[in-house]
């Protein structure tokens, strides 16, 4: 059975700091590119953070280039998204994907930028 389970989410002021943790189990874990999306109220759901299978090469959204770091760890199937200096348009449910000829989704996160 596959399962994407989002964490991390929460209340934060603007500059600051959260980490989200995603954890996969039921698929080949580190066959897999890993992505965090996020939709704000209103809007699309959209990309911040793509990190291949073998963590080789990243991308991100050009909005939060510089302030989130994406990672993964195979052995624990975890990925991981380092959000720093915490804008109020960085409001949005957070969701972890795994993608590799299917989609697998997380249930999301909320964070929260508000003063």
């Known amino acids: 059975q596959v399962q994407v389970v989002e964490s991390g989410g929460g209340l934060v002021q603007p500059g600051g700091s959260l980490r989200l943790s995603c954890a996969a189990s039921?698929?080949?874990?580190?066959?897999?590119?890993l992505s965090w999306y996020r939709q704000a109220p209103g809007k699309e759901r959209e990309l911040v953070a793509l990190?291949?299978?073998?963590?080789?090469?990243?991308n991100y959204a050009h909005s939060v280039k510089g302030r989130f770091t994406i990672s993964r760890d195979n052995a624990k199937n975890m990925v991981y998204l380092q959000m720093n200096s915490l804008k109020l348009e960085d409001t949005a449910v957070y969701y972890c994907?795994?993608?590799?000829?299917?989609?697998?989704w997380g249930q999301g996160t909320q964070v929260t930028v508000s003063s």
């Open positions: 039921g698929f080949t874990f580190s066959s897999y590119a």
């Open positions: 990190i291949t299978s073998t963590a080789s090469s990243t």
């Open positions: 994907q795994a993608f590799r000829r299917v989609a697998y």
